[in-house]
């Protein structure tokens, strides 16, 4: 591979924010989650682009791309497939399911019941489905990033944790700045329009093997002792603030360590510093941690309360 391979992820971002305005933390930690090898759960109201900067961030990588949208009437089998019967052969022939893809959207997720939820839960932790006791494997570049509306929105089910804990980052998309909303219009009197990607004008960066070796890059990315100290500090004062009645779990300690790798690469270093830790610390731990009913019934989300444990934790050379 070239050295300019390096700046791929770098320039991915660069083209897909011309079209995705005013959520530059949204693109950051979805490439994070991809360059880890991860998948991320990106929740917010509708029409904040949720959708929109997955199909552009397919388009800028030369992957295959598979959407399915979640729906109360979606079965398991529609997710990782089905054996069908030949009838000129007597034999079943397995029937591969859109899971069967490298970066696949999960598109408000929260719409299907739980066992439908659950089917993605040994795709995303395995790379595998198991469909009538045969194992199938999944490309190595398999990703999942999956959009769900808050749970207030009617007709949403909640997600179980299990499935939850899979997810490397929750991203909370809010709204965008005025001037982005104002440069939203701009673009489409230019010319955009959100329904034909041919409109977007970006063209892929990296196929899918590039993305597998940028992965293998990532994990040479050194994390020296006092980072890896100061996020196992994080993930175990999560246990001892108040206002959770369940603190990050150890597999919230890895998740932290594989973003913060991920985002040093991203920036262009082969060395992770603090502040890797601090940017990614709320995306990976909102969705770990439980707030004690008490502070849930004050309407108050959990970040505000994250935001504590960060600043009670001192960071290597403060």
Known sequence: MTEELGGAPAEVRRRVEGVILGQENLLRDVLVTILAGGHALIEGVPGTAKTLAVR????ALDV???RVQFTPDLMPNDLVGVNVLDPRTGTFTFRAGPVFTDLLLADEINRAPAKTQSALLEAMEERQVTVDGETHRLPPAFTVLATQNPLEFEGTYPLPEAQLDRFLLKIDVGYPPEDAERRIL???VEGFDASRPES????PVIDGNALVELRRRVERVFVEPTIRDYVTRIVRATRTEPSFSMGASPRAGVALFLAARANAFLQGRDFAIPDDVKE???SVLRHRVVLTPEIEVQGEGVDVYLTRVLESVEAPGE
Do not use: E, K, N, Q
């Open 56 to 59: 552009a961030l397919s388009l």
């Open 64 to 66: 295959r791309f598979g």
């Open 186 to 188: 701009d673009r489409w």
């Open 200 to 203: 977007f004008g970006l063209r």
């Open 280 to 282: 990614l610390a709320w």
